[in-house]
């Protein structure tokens, strides 16, 4: 999920600079005298460093509170926290895909004549955009080798699968069996999709930017069925302890001074025409 130590001396010289306890089946059973909505709670104390997670045994919610983080400690320095994929060019370009969770992100930044740098979570200073995970958290849903076959191929035995039923006997995993819940992932490759497109100015971009502009779709979402339009400020409002302006006048700096171009990528979520 985050990016591992990948030499001896960093293994035995490593230091957490935050500390997650997943502490899944214990619930808040006094959730309303302390103003929560319900038993599950996720409480980050950022001056010790540390968070807990209850009630749930989601593991995304790991995963969103080292973003929210992000979110927090990079623009104290100057730097762009961003809820995007992102990938790049054999010339060394860069594009970047702006979506809410579950809308597009991964299906968008996959194309075989260009390199994977995320699907989900990324950084932008002075030497580039970097991503925050150490590799792809991809829905499994209704998955299959038709349709989505870069994901299909990638999960081999042993693969990590979340929330998936898997056969007792085969071992095989039921992607379309949604009995328990529709919020199934796994560490994956990505998928490819064509979209429609239409390139914006600086103003136009913050625009969009701002509004988040999007779509709610299942298994993100209790009661949420089927696509439904959103907004959600920065594609990421959950995730911003900052105000909303703070990230805006953040990219507006880096893509004026790096003269990146900004498309509006359609989905193809709403109306067919």
């Not at 038993?39 to 540390?50: L, Y």
């Not at 060019?89 to 860069?94: E, F, I, N, Q, S």
Request: hydrophobic residues 35%; glycine residues 8%; charged residues 25%.
């Amino acid at each position: 999920m985050f990016l591992r130590p990948q030499t001896k001396e960093e293994i035995e010289g490593f230091e957490p600079d935050f500390t997650i306890v997943n502490a899944c089946k214990v619930t808040n059973k006094d959730y309303k005298k302390h103003g929560l909505n319900s038993e599950v709670f996720v409480a980050f104390n950022i001056e010790k460093d540390v968070a807990v997670i209850g009630g749930t045994w989601y593991g995304g919610e790991m995963k969103k509170g080292i973003f929210s983080m992000m979110n927090y400690w990079l623009p104290l320095d100057g730097n762009m926290a961003m809820h995007c994929s992102a990938n790049k060019g054999k010339h060394g370009d860069t594009a970047l895909f702006f979506r809410l969770s579950g809308t597009g992100k991964t299906s968008l930044s996959a194309d075989p004549h260009r390199f994977l740098i995320g699907d989900d979570e990324h950084g932008w200073d002075d030497e580039g955009i970097f991503n925050f995970e150490g590799g792809c958290y991809a829905k499994t849903i209704n998955l299959c080798a038709e349709n989505e076959s870069d994901i299909y191929n990638a999960i081999k035995r042993d693969a990590l699968l979340e929330n998936t039923f898997v056969d007792a006997e085969s071992k095989e995993p039921d992607f379309y069996n949604t009995s328990k819940t529709a919020a199934c992932r796994t560490r994956s490759t990505t998928s490819r999709t064509t979209s429609r497109l239409s390139k914006l100015s600086d103003e136009q971009a913050m625009y969009h930017f701002l509004s988040g502009y999007a779509a709610k779709v299942a298994g993100k979402e209790r009661g949420v069925t089927e696509p439904t339009a959103t907004f959600s400020a920065c594609f990421g409002g959950a995730f911003l302890p900052l105000h909303p302006t703070k990230y805006a006048d953040l990219l507006q700096q880096k893509l004026q001074k790096h003269s990146t171009s900004v498309y509006l990528v359609n989905s193809s979520f709403g109306p067919k025409v």
